[in-house]
């Protein structure tokens, strides 16, 4: 989804400027096609939107954005009906994608250390453990979370 999009929520724009104000002292912000997605995670009809850093591209200053050993901001949206969208879910991913199960949408995240029910105190980061957890939508508190370890998967990506 292009980032000028005129029908993306004031939110979502508003995170996108703020990372174009991030890239632009020492790149250009440059097309990020895969920066914004839409998807219905919460099943409630309307589209919620998805904004990954680890998708925007910054000319002449890739690693300011890129993945780094905590992973990459992964924003969640949830859209409503008036077409604006509140702020349901801000984490540092490694990825993410979305199954589609009995035709309901669900988001998996990839992340690590304690995120997968491990320890990572003293540990170096290249013996941390890495998984997929889903997140689960809470209506009442109208966010995303993390699902219950015992839903915690093997990364498949």
């Known amino acids: 989804m292009d980032r000028e ?19 632009k002292p020492m790149g250009t912000p440059s097309p990020s096609p ?10 409630d009809g309307n589209d919620d939107f998805i904004v990954f850093e680890g998708n925007y591209n910054c000319d002449a200053a890739e690693a300011l ?19 604006s969208a509140t702020l349901a879910y801000q984490q540092s991913v490694y990825n993410f994608h979305i199954e589609t199960t009995g035709g309901r949408r669900r988001m998996i995240v990839s992340v690590a250390a304690a995120s997968c029910g491990a320890d ?9 453990e890495f998984c997929d957890m889903p997140l ?5 508190g109208k966010k995303f979370a993390l699902a219950p370890l015992r839903e915690k998967r093997p990364l498949s990506h």
Do not use: E
């Not at 689960?136 to 009442?140: E, I, T």
């Open 5 to 23: 999009d005129a029908s993306l929520p004031s939110s979502v724009r508003k995170v996108i400027t703020t990372l174009d104000d991030t890239c």
């Open 34 to 43: 895969k920066l914004v997605a839409r998807a219905d995670l919460n099943n």
């Open 65 to 83: 954005m890129a993945n780094g050993q905590n992973g990459s901001d992964l924003y969640i949206f949830a859209g409503h009906a008036d077409h």
């Open 120 to 128: 990572d105190r003293n540990v170096p980061f290249a013996a941390w």
């Open 136 to 140: 689960d939508w809470n209506a009442k």
